[in-house]
């Protein structure tokens, strides 16, 4: 198994963490209407676990002999995520991208894991312990907004 595998996986993930971690910061501005606070005050901590999980990445990559690309470029042309949308975004809306953004992130990661598992499997834990802590979130963010 290349080791590419695992750079890639890393790299991906990193990407993806980075856009979480903007579009949750955008949402927090953004977001209007009823349940504003509950909302507000959960996508602070989507940044924080993002950007937590972020370095990780980012350090792994360094750790094992690669370099990281962090870059605004790098993220908005290879990122999974989808595009949010500008303007204001309604609570009940801003659940829903979010959501599908921690999704998004994690499923990602998943599909990395086995590949990942044969050639690194410190890289692998760290792909399972951040998809799993990002589907949690996904979770709370679902049963916060029924
Ligand atoms: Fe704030």
Avoid: C
């Amino acid at each position: 198994m290349s080791e590419n595998i695992v750079k890639e996986a890393l790299q991906q993930s990193l990407v993806d963490l980075i856009q979480l971690s903007l579009q949750a910061k955008q949402a927090h501005w953004n977001i209007q209407g009823e349940g504003f606070q509950s909302l507000h005050e959960f996508l602070d901590g989507v940044v924080d676990q993002s950007r937590i999980a972020l370095d990780e990445f980012a350090e792994r990559l360094a750790a094992i002999g690669f370099v990281s690309d962090g870059r605004a470029e790098t993220v908005t042309k290879t990122t999974t995520l989808k595009e949010l949308p500008g303007g204001a975004i309604p609570v009940d809306q801003g659940y829903k991208l979010i959501e599908a953004a921690l999704t998004q992130t994690a499923n990602t990661m998943k599909e990395h894991i086995s590949a990942v598992d044969d050639a690194d499997p410190l890289s692998s834990d760290l792909l399972i312990s951040t998809a799993r802590d990002l589907e949690k979130s996904a979770w709370m963010m679902r049963m916060y907004s029924k």
